[in-house]
């Protein structure tokens, strides 16, 4: 139990409505998008500015308190799940674009800020912050900073650590750093790329610098309509292998088709056995010759029919039916488990056969929409949380569809972090030299381990249990 001094010290620093301790509201944030595990802060902290957040954690280090960081919770792997910390500390207060500079296309924003909101506040100027992961009309740029999160439109733009110049970081003891800055290089360590995709262990992102994109002159997009799977992500190679890098492209299948034709009324054909969303963009002068490039390819793979957006509405129409896929899930199942793993691409038809003897095996029903241009998966496992037996296939079913993934050449996440989801898989692609140089990494800014604990790295008993390392990742 928190002490109430420092309940009501921690009230004094952010206001009453800053600060949540009544179990029923501090509910809410029981967990994130993985919810197969919950567990209810004792306190939710809601600071307004930077200054706040770093005057909170020096607190919180004073009493030897842990805490973890908290964005919008849109996460898939548990990773601000509040484990053996009594005290969340949520950015969604911290909104302010402080600067931008469209000459120096980058702009400085607080890290609750909304992703979308960053494009829209810069659309007018021509400019836009690439990195668009589905959830960014919910999810913060500190979320993203911690998972350096991905999206459709990294395929050709690059992910978060691509676009972050810069970062204000509050250490776990409430010192503020600034690591990187508004240069495109800085000398020494690179501190800022250590920080992105730290999963919120290395301290709490109050601020981040973000390069800015110029739009594209023009954008074409197209539907593929495929009769199978492994025609569409041939068709995937096919359209690489031509020497075309799509700013998207995402498949979906008959099942997810069919969940999100039911929800969106775009005109989906439900019975086809994969559709492609493939996004051109660039110079207005290539990209007729690209859409024709992208149909030839199609047509060999047996595509039945290819058709182009006719306009920016029906654009718009074709990307809310794919970025809310996850949403119209609710028409299948319960509940639903997203996996994210990721495979070469070549790779792509052979995980999907895995995950599909897999559900057979398990008795489970699986959706896929992924990100195929990046052979990042990501299976839907629908379930009923009411049927225990149900969840117990569902979390094996996913270990061994992580264990596919590094079977095939991959990894065991493309873009979702690993959270508390993930930690028993970690050992399969390091070795525990590997991981101890890790978790000396993470001592250099939290010796004490009090900065979102119990998150990436397994206990030294699992570890040695499950490890077969196939490669050596980091030399000791
Ligand atoms: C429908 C849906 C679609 C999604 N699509 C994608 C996608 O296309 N690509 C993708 O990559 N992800 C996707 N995600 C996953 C998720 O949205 C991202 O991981 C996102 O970046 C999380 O942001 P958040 O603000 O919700 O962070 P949270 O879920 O609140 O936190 C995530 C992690 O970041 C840490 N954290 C949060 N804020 C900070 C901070 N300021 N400083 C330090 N650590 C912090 C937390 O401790 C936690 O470990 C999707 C999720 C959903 C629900």
């Known amino acids: 139990m928190l002490d109430p001094q420092v309940l009501a010290a921690l009230g004094d620093l952010v206001g009453p409505d800053g600060l949540i301790t009544r179990p029923g ?46 964005g919008a919770g849109t996460g898939l792997s548990g990773g601000c799940l509040p484990l053996d910390a009594p005290v969340m500390i949520c950015t969604s207060r911290l909104k302010r674009i402080v600067e931008i500079d469209l000459v120096n296309r980058r702009a400085v924003v607080e890290a ?129 292998g031509v020497g075309i890098i799509p700013a998207a492209l995402e498949m979906m299948d008959q099942l997810m088709v069919s969940a999100v034709e039911a929800a969106f009324h775009f005109g989906f054909p439900t019975d086809a056995g994969a559709v492609l969303i493939i996004e051109l963009d660039g110079a207005l002068a290539e990209l007729d010759a690209e859409v024709e490039a992208v149909r030839r390819v199609c047509a060999a793979q047996r595509a039945r029919e290819v058709r182009v957006a006719r306009d920016d509405a029906e654009r718009a129409a074709l990307w809310k039916s794919r970025k809310r896929a996850f949403g119209a899930v609710g028409r299948l199942a319960p509940n639903y488990c997203t996996q994210d793993g990721v495979v070469p691409r070549t790779k792509v038809p052979d995980i999907l056969r895995a995950i599909a003897a897999i559900a057979a095996r398990h008795r489970l029903r699986i959706a896929n929409v992924f990100h195929a241009g990046d052979g990042n998966i990501h299976p839907i496992l629908l379930y009923d949380e009411r049927d225990a037996d149900e969840v117990r296939r569902v979390i094996a079913a996913g270990h061994e569809i992580l264990r596919a993934c590094v079977d095939l050449g991959g990894s065991i996440t493309g873009e979702h972090g690993i959270g508390v989801e993930k930690i028993q898989e970690l050992p399969l692609l390091f070795s525990p030299q590997d991981l101890l140089v890790m978790q000396q990494l993470r001592a250099a800014f939290d010796a004490a381990g009090r900065c979102n604990p119990g998150k990436i790295f397994p206990t030294p008993g699992a570890c040695v249990e499950v490890t077969r390392p196939r490669h050596r990742q980091v030399a000791l």
């Not at 957040?53 to 607190?59: D, E, K, S, T």
């Not at 900073?145 to 050709?156: C, F, I, M, Q, R």
Request: charged share 20%; glycine share 10%; aromatic share 4%.
């Open 25 to 70: 509201q501090a509910r809410v944030y029981e967990c994130d998008g993985w919810t197969l595990e919950k567990r209810v802060p004792e306190a939710v902290v809601l600071p307004r500015t930077p200054a706040e957040v770093a005057a909170a954690v020096r607190l919180l280090h004073r009493h030897a308190i842990a805490f973890v960081p908290r």
């Open 112 to 240: 609750g800020v909304v992703n979308l909101a960053v494009s829209r506040a810069v659309a007018a100027h021509g400019l836009f912050y690439a990195p668009d992961p589905s959830s960014q009309s919910a999810c913060t740029i500190g979320g993203n900073v911690a998972e350096n999160s991905g999206g459709p439109h990294t395929l050709k733009y690059g992910v978060t650590t691509n676009h972050i110049l810069g970062l204000e970081l509050v250490l776990p003891d409430g010192e503020v750093v600034e690591l990187g800055g508004a240069m495109e290089d800085v000398p020494g360590y690179d501190l800022r790329g250590l920080v992105v995709g730290a999963e919120g262990t290395m301290g709490l992102v109050t601020r981040a610098t973000l390069r800015l994109t110029r739009q594209p002159e023009g954008v074409r997009t197209l539907l593929a309509v495929f009769e199978s799977v492994d025609d569409a992500c041939n068709a995937v190679s096919g359209i690489i």
